[in-house]
């Protein structure tokens, strides 16, 4: 595990996933709901394919998100995430 912890600091790779998860071991609790945890997956993984990720992987043409601001952040693809939580109203 020491070997595994000391690859992982001193790696050049994965640092977006390190900055939310340093510790080789940790167990990361995904959501039941399939749609939540693939996007909690993504982001974890950087790679939310928002606008921001899209055009930083090649994908995009702007980093600019649809609703005009300059990048919509994984932050507020949370608040996205908490609203497919909610119950469907019937």
Same mark, same amino acid.
């Given at each position: 595990?020491?070997? #595994?912890?000391?690859? #992982?600091? *001193?790696?050049?790779?994965?640092?977006?996933?390190?900055?939310?998860?340093? *510790?080789?071991?940790?167990?990361?609790?995904?959501?039941?709901?399939? *749609?939540?945890?693939?996007?909690?997956?993504?982001?974890?993984?950087?790679?939310?394919?928002?606008?921001?990720?899209?055009?930083?992987?090649?994908?995009?043409?702007?980093?600019?998100?649809?609703?005009?601001?300059?990048?919509?952040? #994984?932050?507020?693809?949370?608040?996205?995430?908490?609203?497919?939580?909610?119950? %469907? %109203?019937?």
């Amino acid at each position: 595990m020491r070997s #595994w912890q000391r690859k #992982w600091n *001193e790696d050049s790779v994965g640092r977006f996933t390190y900055s939310l998860i340093p *510790e080789v071991g940790s167990k990361v609790i995904y959501p039941k709901k399939r *749609e939540v945890g693939v996007s909690y997956c993504r982001i974890l993984l950087h790679d939310t394919m928002l606008n921001d990720d899209a055009f930083r992987t090649g994908i995009a043409d702007t980093p600019i998100c649809e609703c005009g601001q300059q990048m919509k952040l #994984w932050s507020m693809c949370c608040y996205d995430v908490l609203d497919m939580l909610k119950p %469907e %109203e019937s």
